[in-house]
């Protein structure tokens, strides 16, 4: 994490007070929540809509924080105390975060597109940890708040930081990238997450894109290489880039050349190696992830010959493909942390070539942003289903009905079961499992399916 005395600090933004006094304070990480202070930490206070952080200056200072800022439009600072008045608190944090990633002699991975962000950050930091001090975005600190944060919690001595870059709207990921200065990024695919926003999936892919604009000179952009929206884009691109593709098309710099589906993750060779890779991680999509994950490895110098035991150490950021079991031996697939029809029938072809179940069961809910084709989206979730794969289909939330709706014409009224409220579902659910049962959980977010996997597991 950032060490530096008070007086450094003020040096690395724009500071409207004197505060010469309390120079050598030594200042240790930095933290925006006063419940959760470490000793030596810069406390950054932010004016919330019900919540001023100011209120909580000097009680942070009480419990060990060695100083804080203090936006320069609250009235009263305690300037008895070691701060910093800055115009504002979170642009200051980002400058902070700026200059200090700038100090460090750190390589910086950015990684965005609509799925598997996340899964192939933690797989690029499994990969790149056999051979390196990495540190990676925690959570989903991946935005103009969380990434400031993550990068500000580097080390000195960290060589590779792998840092998602997530967005809702155009210019976000612009902002981010030029803030970390990668020197390798990913975009691991264009899906419809955004389209509320963003209306088109051209648009997305221009969003998503525009993490090229901090890429260094010269740097490493990888691409899904199946996608048309990025590699046409690509090609228009007027800085100095290197360019890899990852995918299932032999026209890609990585492909795979054999796939096996296993009970607990996925076996594969791929065109450029003999060796045989094993991911502890479900669903042959996530080879894809993979892939990408392995290219920017390469990129560092790390062989093959090792990745197996990085990708064998990868730890997936909770709900994502998660295997669990509930109170009656069911086997249960938590991928609720979020949906969009691309994720969503990726992990519904998964279930249903699972072998060794005698009963499978699909509990999905609405995926949000979608814009104004929602319902058709949800709707044609549904028609897709396989009734001689799939036993029953349980949905949640206004959405969900329209999945339920699509399903309703192949597997009858008796399989398909649509639920606005959570505890209804729930209590329907747990009359049909048992141990030979498997359910596969996913929706955006915001409907909270976890909940669901939560009371399967109650005793």
């Given at each position: 994490?950032?060490?530096?005395?008070l007086?450094?600090?003020?040096?690395?933004?724009?500071?409207?007070?004197?505060?010469?006094?309390?120079?050598?304070?030594?200042?240790?990480?930095?933290?925006?929540?006063?419940?959760?202070?470490?000793?030596?930490?810069?406390?950054?206070?932010?004016?919330?809509?019900?919540?001023?952080?100011?209120?909580?200056?000097?009680?942070?200072?009480?419990?060990?924080?060695?100083?804080?800022?203090?936006?320069?439009?609250?009235?009263?600072?305690?300037?008895?105390?070691?701060?910093?008045i800055?115009?504002?608190?979170?642009?200051?944090?980002?400058?902070?975060?700026?200059?200090?990633?700038?100090?460090?002699?750190?390589?910086?991975?950015?990684?965005?597109?609509?799925?598997?962000?996340?899964?192939?950050?933690?797989?690029?930091?499994?990969?790149?940890?056999?051979?390196?001090?990495?540190?990676?975005?925690?959570?989903?600190?991946?935005?103009?708040?969380?990434?400031?944060?993550?990068?500000?919690?580097?080390?000195?001595?960290?060589?590779?930081?792998?840092?998602?870059?997530?967005?809702?709207?155009?210019?976000?990921?612009?902002?981010?990238?030029?803030?970390?200065?990668?020197?390798?990024?990913?975009?691991?695919?264009?899906?419809?997450?955004?389209?509320?926003?963003?209306?088109?999936?051209?648009?997305?892919?221009?969003?998503k894109?525009?993490?090229?604009?901090?890429?260094?000179?010269?740097?490493?952009?990888?691409?899904?290489?199946?996608?048309?929206?990025?590699?046409?884009?690509?090609?228009?691109?007027?800085?100095?880039?290197?360019?890899?593709?990852?995918?299932?098309?032999?026209?890609?710099?990585?492909?795979?050349?054999?796939?096996?589906?296993?009970?607990?993750?996925n076996?594969?060779?791929?065109?450029?190696?003999?060796?045989?890779?094993?991911?502890p991680?479900?669903?042959?999509?996530?080879?894809m992830?993979?892939?990408?994950?392995?290219?920017?490895?390469?990129?560092?110098?790390?062989?093959?010959?090792?990745?197996?035991?990085?990708?064998?150490?990868?730890?997936?950021?909770?709900?994502?493909?998660?295997?669990?079991?509930?109170?009656?031996?069911?086997?249960?697939?938590?991928?609720?942390?979020?949906?969009?029809?691309?994720?969503?029938?990726?992990?519904?072809e998964?279930?249903?070539?699972?072998?060794?179940?005698?009963?499978i069961?699909?509990?999905?809910?609405?995926?949000?942003?979608?814009?104004?084709?929602?319902?058709?989206?949800?709707?044609?979730?549904?028609?897709?289903?396989?009734?001689?794969?799939?036993?029953?289909?349980?949905?949640?939330?206004?959405?969900?009905?329209?999945?339920?709706?699509?399903?309703?014409?192949?597997f009858?009224?008796?399989?398909?079961?649509?639920?606005?409220?959570?505890?209804?579902?729930?209590?329907?659910?747990?009359?049909?499992?048992?141990?030979?049962?498997?359910?596969?959980v996913k929706?955006?977010?915001?409907?909270?399916?976890?909940?669901?996997?939560?009371?399967l597991?109650?005793?």
């Open positions: 994490m950032i060490k530096r005395t007086k450094q600090i003020a040096q690395m933004i724009s500071v409207n007070n004197d505060q010469s006094k309390f120079g050598d304070v030594q200042i240790s990480g930095v933290s925006i929540d006063s419940r959760k202070i470490s000793s030596g930490n810069l406390f950054i206070p932010f004016k919330g809509e019900q919540v001023d952080g100011h209120k909580y200056v000097e009680d942070s200072i009480k419990k060990g924080a060695a100083a804080a800022l203090w936006q320069s439009d609250v009235p009263n600072p305690p300037t008895h105390l070691p701060i910093l800055v115009d504002d608190c979170l642009k200051a944090l980002q400058d902070l975060a700026r200059q200090y990633r700038n100090e460090l002699p750190v390589k910086v991975i950015g990684i965005t597109g609509s799925n598997g962000k996340t899964t192939t950050k933690d797989m690029t930091a499994s990969l790149l940890s056999t051979s390196y001090n990495v540190k990676k975005t925690e959570g989903n600190y991946n935005n103009h708040i969380g990434l400031p944060l993550t990068v500000l919690g580097l080390d000195e001595d960290t060589e590779i930081a792998v840092l998602e870059m997530g967005m809702s709207g155009r210019g976000e990921i612009e902002f981010l990238t030029k803030l970390a200065c990668p020197d390798a990024v990913v975009i691991t695919n264009i899906g419809e997450s955004h389209l509320l926003d963003l209306g088109s999936r051209e648009a997305i892919a221009e969003a894109l525009e993490i090229l604009q901090g890429l260094k000179e010269n740097g490493l952009a990888v691409l899904h290489g199946d996608e048309p929206l990025l590699m046409d884009r690509i090609h228009q691109f007027k800085g100095n880039v290197q360019v890899q593709t990852f995918g299932r098309k032999k026209s890609n710099d990585l492909y795979p050349t054999d796939i096996i589906q296993l009970d607990q993750g076996r594969f060779k791929i065109n450029d190696s003999t060796e045989t890779f094993e991911l991680v479900l669903g042959t999509h996530n080879i992830n993979a892939l990408a994950a392995m290219l920017i490895a390469r990129y560092f110098s790390v062989p093959y010959e090792i990745m197996n035991k990085g990708l064998a150490n990868t730890k997936l950021t909770n709900m994502r493909m998660e295997l669990v079991e509930g109170v009656k031996g069911e086997k249960i697939i938590n991928d609720a942390y979020n949906a969009s029809p691309t994720s969503m029938m990726a992990a519904i998964l279930v249903s070539n699972l072998k060794g179940y005698e009963q069961i699909l509990v999905l809910g609405d995926m949000l942003e979608l814009g104004p084709q929602e319902e058709q989206y949800h709707t044609q979730i549904g028609e897709g289903l396989n009734p001689e794969k799939i036993d029953l289909l349980f949905t949640y939330g206004q959405l969900g009905k329209h999945i339920a709706k699509g399903a309703y014409s192949s009858g009224e008796k399989r398909v079961f649509a639920f606005t409220d959570k505890e209804e579902l729930i209590i329907e659910l747990e009359k049909y499992v048992h141990e030979k049962t498997l359910v596969l929706a955006s977010r915001g409907m909270k399916l976890e909940d669901i996997v939560t009371a597991q109650k005793k």
